[in-house]
């Protein structure tokens, strides 16, 4: 169970202190990324760290939080912040969640179980990638009793029966929200991983096509197509599995109603950066959007994602649920993008790197930290609660543009 007030991960580390335990992963956000690179071959610690092109929408992506201050108000007296916030109906525990990140085997032998434990024993939401690398029902299964997303590369319209198969499974695992993402249906051109001729499912192990491969449907279409199973031509299987799910092209705002029909619950699109999108949203009936720019994985010379959120929180806040991501590295980059008009941030590479480090140990200590540092950041700035009546811009100034 988690602690009800995150912050207080302070008194373990202290009270370890006294009887001289270190901590041996660190409290600083930007040295996981260094830790990781300590424990991870190079090839997957540049999949983890890699950017497409000169990198530039990911600089963006930093900088844009620093066009932001956090202003405090005094004699505030209140106790800490509630960090409870409302979704779709539901409430969340924190506004914090695991983003979904593909093939995490790559990371750790523990992939997948590791984290989405971790999740639930933090009670933060678990968000699970199409390219997992441990199956829809195993994840559910350590998720248990904890909060769980899925997350959808779409395979394109010929194969509409592998998508349905896929959000039955989701849905009967008790996955509760249908995350979209539509800016990957092509891999980015990603610098690090040419540069190491690296692709997450051309390797020799096959690791990042369980969902196929566990799939009724790609299982029974693979049979009839070579008359053999998926385990007797992996290569083949998983070269077929990933062009399924990145088929290149992109679907059209129409296709949206295909996922409807399979999908009863709360449908969010991952990966929108501009209003007119966000409209397109709300107008296809869509019931959230993450704005994301997939951490400048996919497209260089973007715009930071911090950037775009104001605009697109003010035309559509009041119609869909608003999720943040791409580039959050601690509390206060949380809290600004909740005052921006995001309920929920998902936090990307920094639990991949505490994944890394420390199965999952490493991404309880990430969440932990993030969320004790979210705590004390608002409570020191007289923000009682991340409610957006009272964490929105009023709390926050401007400082360059
Ligand atoms: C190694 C890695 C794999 C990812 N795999 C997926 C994925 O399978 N599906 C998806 O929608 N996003 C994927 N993402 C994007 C994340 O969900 C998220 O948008 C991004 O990491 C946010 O940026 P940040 O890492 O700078 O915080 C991946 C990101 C990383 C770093
Ligand atoms: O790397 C990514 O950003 C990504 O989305 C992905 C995930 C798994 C396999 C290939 C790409």
Redesign the pocket.
Same mark, same amino acid.
């Given at each position: 169970m988690a602690a009800c007030h995150p912050h207080t991960y302070e008194n373990e580390i202290y009270a370890n202190g006294l009887k001289n335990i270190k901590p041996s992963i660190s409290f600083h956000p930007l040295e996981w990324e260094a830790q990781a690179k300590e424990v991870l071959p190079a090839d997957s610690f540049g999949?983890?760290w890699g950017s497409a092109g000169l990198r530039e929408t =990911?600089d963006n992506?930093r900088a844009a939080f620093r066009k932001w201050a956090i202003l405090p108000s005094r004699l505030v007296k209140s106790g800490f912040p509630n960090l409870k916030t409302t979704l779709f109906g539901e409430e969340y525990n924190y506004p914090i969640a695991i983003?979904?990140? $593909?093939?995490q085997r790559i990371f750790h032998p523990d992939a997948e179980i590791a984290a989405a434990t971790a999740a639930r024993k933090q009670a933060v939401t678990y !968000?699970l990638?199409?390219?997992s690398s441990t199956s829809i029902e195993d994840v559910a299964k350590a998720n248990d009793s904890g909060s769980r997303w899925f997350?959808l590369?779409w395979p394109s319209n010929k194969h509409h029966d592998i998508t349905a198969s896929l959000l039955q499974r989701a849905k009967a695992a008790g996955y509760k929200v249908l995350?979209v !993402?539509l800016d !990957?249906y092509i891999l980015g051109w990603r610098p690090s991983d040419l540069c190491n001729a690296f692709n997450p499912f051309l390797r020799p192990d096959n690791i990042g096509v369980e969902l196929g491969f566990t799939d009724p449907v790609f299982r029974r279409q693979f049979r009839e197509r070579h008359h053999k199973e998926v385990e007797e031509d992996m290569g083949t299987a998983a070269a077929e599995w990933a062009r399924t799910i990145f088929p290149g092209t992109s679907h059209s705002w129409e296709d949206l109603q295909l996922l409807r029909k399979h999908w009863d619950g709360p449908i969010v699109l991952?990966g929108i950066q501009t209003v007119q999108d966000a409209q397109r949203a709300v107008k296809a009936g869509m019931q959230g959007i993450?704005v994301?720019n997939?951490?400048?994985?996919q497209q260089d010379g973007g715009i930071g994602s911090l950037d775009v959120l104001p605009e697109i929180a003010e035309a559509t806040k009041d119609k869909l649920e608003i999720i943040f =991501?791409?580039?959050? &590295?601690s509390g206060a980059d949380i809290a600004k993008a909740l005052a921006l008009g995001a309920k929920m941030i998902?936090? $990307? &590479?920094?639990y991949?790197y505490g994944l890394a480090i420390g199965g999952e140990a490493g991404v309880s200590h990430v969440l932990r930290s993030l969320l004790g540092d979210l705590e004390l950041t608002l409570h020191l700035a007289g923000i009682p609660s991340v409610s957006p009546e009272v964490l929105n811009d009023s709390v926050l100034r401007r400082i360059a543009s």
């Open positions: 999949y983890v =990911d992506n983003a979904p990140v $593909g093939v !968000t990638s199409s390219a997350q590369y995350v !993402t !990957t991952k993450v994301s997939h951490g400048g994985r =991501d791409s580039g959050v &590295r998902l936090i $990307g &590479r920094p991949v």
